[in-house]
């Protein structure tokens, strides 16, 4: 029992050096789903958050030279943990925001019961759940990757344009899959496409020929792939062509795989598409990629400009709200709503004098413009792309 | 400013460890007092926190429901459904022993969880189910929490009284010479499959009450809230080290293993930032090896089952009876 006593005073004289410790810092939460079915993808997203934290303080630091500080909490990619860190960072870390969580189910019960009624913004860059776009939040949450609704949309109406009217749909049993392929199938179907066969697939088997199957009895030579090209996105894209299940295949961002390129070969794949972001056209990609890679980062790690943008985002935010946390969701929309001069990624200084000379400034980030609309969302750029010679080529760009 | 974030930091684990409780609890029923190894209880909690979900919340594209009944329809619903969905896995499942058991209810927990994410037309699928009403959700931050304690904690104190009351009784007695000794209970002729299944159903409803509060509290469920680590496993590290058989060692298992898994962060947090990430998972061996030490100094758990001390005379009669039998 002495020894529990212990521990626990032990653990509250830690919170309290933490707090005390504080003298003239500005802290953020950078939450991310560290522990958990997304620990590979991670790190890296966090790194890149920490790039953008590290410019800022390379370059004068926020609000008058002060230091930005992200404190790391683990969202674990569930609620119960999410929840748990979120509240943390919010009222015994005090942060002025928060950058995450990563997984959508996270991020909709983060902002349901600790960031919206403490009046703290969140700007996420991977929940990607058309559900977060619904949220009764004030307008205080944000993130910088398009919803899923965008995407599947856009590519349903490129299709029909093609004049694919007739589409099976395969894909990943998750919130990325499912998100995709539901926007997909709606727009299709109200522009007169028909879904010939539409099925879910759980992740990591070893044949999935039962499924292609029952797919194409529809009689579609289409397949819609939504998944990954690294995983099981792979698999299935072998085995309909081994089989010769169908004829055309059609994927989204996930599918855009080096891998399949790689593994399948270019000549097998000439009758497939993917539809993938593409980047406006700043330089703010490349700009991001160098910076990334000077400090050991891979830039094509998935999600991570994403990431980077949004820790960006929230330090502009902050600078301009001068501190403020009721004022950063309003702050945050105006940074990057289209019209002002233009930062480019890594323009903290820049970006600093513009704000204090009482200018407008416009965020052009690494993974696209990010013009927030009033559900906090940011509009996908897609492109549909071709397989050329070793790699993807833009073969046109999605309405 | 700080102590306000203290009190609310502190509000919302209570909240938390409220919600687990009724989970340990419902899994004290069926391990502690009956002896059968639920190792499914993320399903039991998923159908509790789907089933208040659809029943209250507004109509939605996405899944099924609209009915919006009020929380407390809601709640008993959950109770119903999961003491519902229990009844036919109790009767397939419950002819098993300890380990078998265990296996079959884990597998029973997977297909609720891929039911859950397969059939969006129901559930909503990995969008899952939103805009859930929480009672008092429209007050402050800090107020709106403390009225949420107050519906949990007294939500968790009829529950204990409940079943304090239900294992005092002949029939927590009949469970418990079941669960030690089969053969003598069936030879003093209690129907042992029949009484089994109570106690498992009894178990699942008060589970699923602990997933509807936890929907309600964050407005919201999605698959990613019923994976088994979280849901299940962690649930038997309280109740283990807590101790079984003993409703105040689950809920003090709850509380230790939520406060040492939360405030850990605070030390992790102290390393040197190149090893803050790493560090994260240092929390999660801290509790496997809590489990570990528990089991190997103190397996009964920080508080034991009472045994036939003088507070119930009756259980001492029982066993002088047993022990003069032989």
Request: charged fraction near 15%.
């Amino acid at each position: 029992m002495l020894k529990k006593i212990a521990l626990a005073a032990g653990l509250f004289s830690a919170t309290a050096l933490a707090s005390n410790a504080v003298q003239a810092e500005v802290k953020v939460g950078l939450l991310g789903g560290i522990s958990g079915p997304i620990a590979a993808m991670a790190p890296p997203m966090l790194d890149s958050a920490k790039l953008a934290i590290q410019q800022v303080n390379e370059q004068g630091g926020i609000l008058g030279g002060q230091t930005l500080e992200a404190v790391v909490g683990d969202s674990a990619c569930n609620p119960q943990n999410g929840v748990d860190s979120a509240t943390k960072l919010v009222n015994i870390e005090q942060v002025a925001g928060l950058i995450g969580p990563h997984c959508s189910g996270s991020v909709l019960a983060v902002a349901n019961s600790v960031t919206v009624p403490a009046g703290i913004t969140l700007i996420t860059p991977s929940g990607t759940s058309p559900e977060i776009t619904g949220l009764e939040d004030k307008g205080q949450v944000f993130r910088t990757v398009p919803s899923d609704d965008f995407q599947g949309r856009s590519l349903a109406r490129t299709l029909l344009n093609l004049g694919t009217n007739k589409v099976a749909v395969a894909y990943l049993n998750n919130d990325y899959g499912s998100g995709l392929a539901n926007a997909f199938k709606v727009e299709f179907e109200a522009n007169g496409g028909e879904i010939a066969g539409y099925s879910a697939h759980e992740e990591g088997k070893a044949s999935y020929r039962s499924n292609l199957a029952e797919l194409s009895r529809g009689g579609a030579d289409t397949l819609v792939v939504f998944d990954y090209g690294d995983g099981t996105g792979l698999t299935i894209l072998r085995q309909a062509l081994e089989n010769g299940f169908f004829t055309n295949f059609v994927g989204g961002d996930g599918m855009k795989s080096d891998a399949i390129i790689r593994e399948l070969g270019a000549e097998n794949l000439t009758t497939f598409i993917a539809s993938s972001p593409v980047g406006e056209k700043s330089n703010s990609l490349e700009i991001f990629n160098e910076a990334y890679k000077a400090v050991g980062g891979n830039p094509d790690a998935i999600f991570v400009s994403n990431s980077y943008d949004a820790a960006f985002l929230m330090a502009l935010a902050l600078e301009k709200a001068g501190g403020d946390a009721g004022k950063v969701s309003a702050a945050m929309s105006s940074v990057s709503d289209g019209q002002g001069e233009a930062v480019l990624p890594g323009e903290w200084k820049k970006a600093v004098e513009l704000i204090a000379a009482g200018k407008d400034i416009d965020y052009k980030g690494a993974s696209g413009d990010l013009n927030f609309d009033e559900a906090g969302d940011v509009p996908g750029s897609y492109g549909l792309f071709k397989v050329d010679g070793d790699a993807f080529a833009l073969q046109q760009a999605l309405n | 400013m700080e102590l306000i974030g203290l009190l609310n930091y502190a509000v919302y684990m209570a909240i938390f460890i409220g919600i687990y409780s009724l989970l340990a609890l419902g899994l004290n029923i069926q391990w502690g007092f009956s002896g059968l190894f639920n190792a499914g209880i993320a399903g039991f909690f998923a159908v509790g926190a789907y089933t208040s979900a659809l029943l209250t919340a507004p109509e939605s594209s996405v899944h099924l429901g609209g009915f919006q009944l009020p929380v407390v329809a809601g709640w008993i619903g959950a109770m119903i459904a999961a003491g519902a969905i229990a009844w036919p896995i109790g009767k397939v499942c419950l002819r098993f022993r300890s380990d078998y058991l265990a296996i079959a209810t884990i597998g029973v927990a997977e297909i609720i969880r891929l039911v859950v994410k397969s059939e969006g037309w129901m559930t909503g699928g990995a969008r899952g189910v939103n805009k859930i009403p929480r009672p008092f959700g429209d007050l402050s931050y800090l107020y709106s929490q403390l009225a949420y304690l107050a519906l949990v904690l007294s939500i968790v104190f009829i529950v204990y009284l409940a079943i304090e009351r239900q294992i005092s009784a002949p029939w927590g007695r009949m469970m418990r010479g079941i669960r030690d000794n089969e053969d003598a209970a069936t030879a003093m002729g209690k129907d042992i499959k029949a009484r089994r299944l109570e106690a498992f159903i009894f178990g699942a409803a008060v589970m699923g009450l602990g997933g509807a509060l936890f929907a309600h509290f964050n407005r919201s469920i999605t698959p990613e809230a019923i994976d088994p680590m979280i849901a299940t496993f962690l649930i038997w590290i309280m109740l283990i080290l807590g101790g079984s058989g003993n409703n105040r060692g689950a809920l003090l298992g709850v509380a230790v293993v939520w406060i040492i898994w939360s405030a850990s962060e605070f030390v992790t947090d102290q390393l040197p930032t190149e090893y803050a990430i790493k560090a994260k998972y240092m929390r999660v061996f801290i509790i496997g090896l809590l489990l570990q030490l528990v089991l190997r100094f103190r397996p009964e758990g920080i508080l034991p089952e009472p045994q036939g001390t003088a507070d119930r005379p009756e259980v001492k009669t029982f066993q002088n009876q047993e022990s003069a039998a032989k």
